[in-house]
Structure formats: structure tokens, C-alpha cells
């Protein structure tokens, strides 16, 4: 039939990669090379031998005995998009400490995400919470100090998606409180960082409860930005204090990246004065 109508073909759903050539190849129910007789192959009217190209046209009429020149056969395939992921939070290369916040955010252009799963190093994998924005809680107060490689990847029921990945630093460290002594309206304390990195946001309390009647109860505390590995800072109560007896001393210590300390004493309070035994 020299002048065709438009006719219409449903080809089974197949799995194909993105961006990559397929060829779809029919032929007449009868005849031979020389009838009507169609396929993807050599690009006739492409310029050049390139492979299909998208928008391109595509066709191999060699073998017709009509003129091709005016022919224009064309077809349109429908890759499969896999499902994509990001890490958002924390940043590549930052320090971390404690319980870990990972988030982040998963799509899927042609379905839905069903899942997001993250790792950490060469660990198994671990369902997150929620889909196209996602969390997961990492617990690193028992994890080895150093660089740790976060992984994470999405699912849509079909495929997974690239896998995509962070590094941070585990910078615990350790604090200890030393020395404790009393003086006029004051309880001085030092915080020693007996870890390897600096302590980060230092939260420092010290409670003073007890004397006659228990009429004692004073609790003072501050922050210090970072105290250096192997340093040690003092701290001391600016409130005013006064009583007679015996007393409670706690003095508490914790960072963003050391674990809480405590440290319990007994004291004299005379008047405005501490004693701590």
C-alpha cells in the first residue's frame, strides 16, 4: 500500500535502561526484500551512521522499491526512571557527636518511594523514617573516634537508586572534674578535657544545698565555647551565699561531644565562707 493510514501498535511493557538505544523490528505478514518490508537500522536520512538519537529520526527503507525520500516513520520509547536520593544533614566532612540527626530527601518522577534505608561504613542496611524527606537517628556515643562514611538509598517497589554517601568525623572526647575548693561566697571547680578534641559547648552546674534548716540551696551555672584538649578551665559560683552547717556540693560538667560528669562533695558553710572537705 503506497499511502498508508496512521495505525496504532501496544508493545508489551518491557524494562529498559535510560538513555540507552533500543530498535524496534516488524516486518509484512508476507513478502520478500524488495516488498514492504520495515526495520531500525541504518540511518538513511540521518546525517552520518550515529545511533538513534532522541527526537531523531530513524529508518532503513534500502531495500523498498519506492522512492523513501518523503517517508518519515518514527517511534517514541518510555524508559523507566529509577527513584534518586540525597543526604542533606549533616554536611560532608563535619564533626559529630552523640545522636546524630541523618537527614534527607528521596523522589521518584514515575512512582513512588516506598523506602529509604541508610548505612553506616560497610554496616547493614537500615530503614529510615518517612519518604521524600527522611530521618534517622545514629547513635555514635559508642562509636570508634574517626571518619565514618554515611550511605543512603531509596526504593520505589522496582529498583533502587544510587547509592549516595557523606563522610564525617566522630570527635567524642572526655571531661573530668579535678580539683573542687571552697572560698569567700564561692565554690571554684576545675574541668579538665582529658580527650583528644576539643569539647565543644560546655555546660557547667554547681548546686550547693544543705546547712541549718537547710536554708543553703544556691545553683549557679555557665558555658564556655570549647576547652581544648588537655586544658583546664575553672569555674566558680557568682551568687551569694550564706549559712551555717554542713552542705551538698554537685558540680556537673557535659558537652556537645563528651558525655555528662558528676562529682559529689561535702562542705562547711560559715556564714559567707565554704569549706570543702
Not at 523507566?80 to 549533616?90: K, L
Not at 561531644?257 to 560559715?270: F, P, Q, R
Request: with cysteine; glycine share 10%; charged share 15%.
Amino acid at each position: 500500500m503506497s499511502y498508508p493510514d496512521w495505525f496504532e501498535v501496544d508493545l508489551p511493557n518491557i524494562s529498559v535502561v535510560p538513555e540507552s538505544t533500543y530498535y524496534i523490528v516488524w516486518t509484512t505478514t508476507s513478502g520478500d526484500i524488495g516488498e514492504p518490508f520495515f526495520w531500525w537500522g541504518y540511518g538513511k536520512v540521518n546525517p552520518g551512521d550515529d545511533l538513534y538519537t532522541r527526537g531523531s529520526q530513524w529508518l532503513n527503507c534500502d531495500y523498498l522499491w519506492y522512492d523513501v525520500s518523503f517517508a518519515d516513520f518514527c517511534f517514541k520509547t518510555f524508559g523507566y526512571s529509577i527513584p534518586s536520593v540525597t543526604i542533606t544533614v549533616p554536611v560532608d566532612g563535619s564533626s559529630v557527636y552523640g545522636l546524630v540527626s541523618i537527614q534527607g530527601t528521596a523522589v521518584d518522577n514515575d512512582g513512588v518511594v516506598q523506602k529509604v534505608e541508610v548505612k553506616i561504613d560497610d554496616g547493614s542496611w537500615m530503614s529510615a523514617t518517612g519518604t521524600t524527606n527522611w530521618n534517622y537517628n545514629w547513635d555514635t556515643t559508642n562509636v570508634v573516634n574517626g571518619y565514618h562514611v554515611i550511605h543512603a538509598r531509596s526504593y520505589d517497589g522496582e529498583s533502587y537508586s544510587n547509592e549516595v554517601s557523606i563522610g564525617v568525623n566522630v570527635t567524642k572526647t572526655e571531661l573530668l572534674i579535678e580539683d573542687v575548693n571552697g572560698a569567700y561566697n564561692s565554690v571554684y571547680a576545675d574541668i579538665h578535657n582529658i580527650g583528644d578534641f576539643d569539647a565543644n559547648n560546655v555546660n557547667i552546674t554547681i548546686l550547693i544545698q544543705g546547712g541549718l534548716f537547710n536554708r543553703i540551696n544556691v545553683e549557679d551555672s555557665g558555658t564556655t565555647p570549647v576547652i581544648q584538649s588537655d586544658e583546664l578551665y575553672t569555674f566558680h559560683t557568682d551568687k551569694n551565699i550564706f549559712g551555717f552547717g554542713l552542705v551538698d556540693i554537685i558540680i556537673s560538667a557535659e558537652a556537645n561531644n563528651a558525655d555528662m560528669v558528676t562529682k559529689e562533695l561535702k562542705g562547711l558553710a560559715l556564714g559567707s565562707y565554704i569549706f570543702v572537705f
